[in-house]
């Protein structure tokens, strides 16, 4: 494990150390998708050992602030016509999160176009300037992770691995993305899609992630059920 130094905002980012971050999302059309909901599942996860949350919206992480004092990581997804990138997309959606009270800002750090032509890294300068915030770069490639450490990420994660055009041809969870990540960076990387299980975190833990990050197998709702549904033949499913 490295001894990783922060340059700012020490205590969030060391408070994530060897931890769980549950990921308190719900598609737009559950009814799972209402602030208070999201900020009692996020209440719940803390209260059950997580050490952090990651959370989409101001409206939720707004919502989970009043709930939770450890760590908020805070995104906010935008589908922009023509565009790809949509995790934080803008400085202005950063921002807005920031304001929410997220910690630790997550963005789309693949060097894909972006919607305002703004660099990665007057992207992450402005969020460390401006905001005062670390950043979270979710990256899907070695190469991405290259550039965004190269560019000032604090914190990188193997988010987007599987998710675009470059590796659509994958299956998360990266645990070669993260090795190569661990061998390669001294920043410190964070293990998230497609983990499971408890023994598939212990093996990210294991390949040297700071953390790992646990969505759909925890506060999955819609889907698991959904997968369930399919074998039984009295399903109510839509």
Known sequence: MHDFVFPRSSDTLNALSQGLIVSCQAPVESPLHEPSVIAAIAHASILNGAVGVRIDTPAHIKAVREKVTLPIIGLWKQQIPGYEVYI??????????AIAGADIIAIDATLRDRPDGETLQTLISRIHDELGKPVMADVDTIENALSAAAAGADILGTTLYGYTAATQHLIPPGFDLLTQIVEQLNVPAICEGGIASP???KQALELGAYAVVVGTAITGIDINVKAYGAVFPNSHQK
């Open 88 to 97: 934080t997309p803008q400085f202005h959606h950063a921002q807005a999160i």
């Open 199 to 201: 023994q598939m975190a």
